[in-house]
């Protein structure tokens, strides 16, 4: 069982940064490939972002690419996602997901992660 808890949301300012945590229980973190996901009210789930069990290969939905950016820390077994640059269009509830199969690169379909995270609010005012 794999415990998955987000922090870090909040209200930012359109322009603004905001840096969120997922931080993971268990000793195994390392083994896993995680990502992050976001939710807006009214619509689907839609991958963000996901990276590899070593770091080495991140992936990022290509029209974020260039304003967000995840990150790891597998001695602390927290993920990150920094997020710059940030449009009222990006508010949502943002989860971390990880992946405890055999894969060890990036994972862009949510069916392909086993445990989630309760998702932290983020809202940009404009």
């Known amino acids: 069982q794999v415990e998955l808890a987000e922090s870090g949301g909040g209200v930012v300012q359109a322009g603004g940064s905001l840096k969120i945590s997922c931080t993971a229980s268990?000793?195994?973190?390392?083994?896993?490939?995680m990502g992050w996901f976001r939710q807006a009210p009214g619509k689907e789930r839609e991958f963000v972002a996901s990276?590899?069990?070593?770091?080495?290969?991140?992936y990022h939905r290509g029209f974020l690419k260039d304003r967000f950016a995840i990150s790891r820390d597998n001695a602390r077994n927290t993920l990150y996602l920094q997020m710059s640059s940030l449009k009222p269009e990006d508010t949502a509830v943002y989860f971390c997901?990880?992946?405890?199969?055999?894969?060890?690169?990036?994972?862009?379909?949510?069916?392909?992660?086993?445990?989630w995270g309760q998702g932290t609010q983020v809202t940009v005012s404009s």
């Open positions: 997901a990880a992946s405890t199969g055999r894969q060890t690169t990036v994972l862009i379909v949510a069916t392909d992660y086993d445990y």
């Open positions: 990276i590899s069990t070593t770091g080495a290969v991140k």
């Open positions: 268990g000793p195994s973190f390392s083994n896993y490939v």
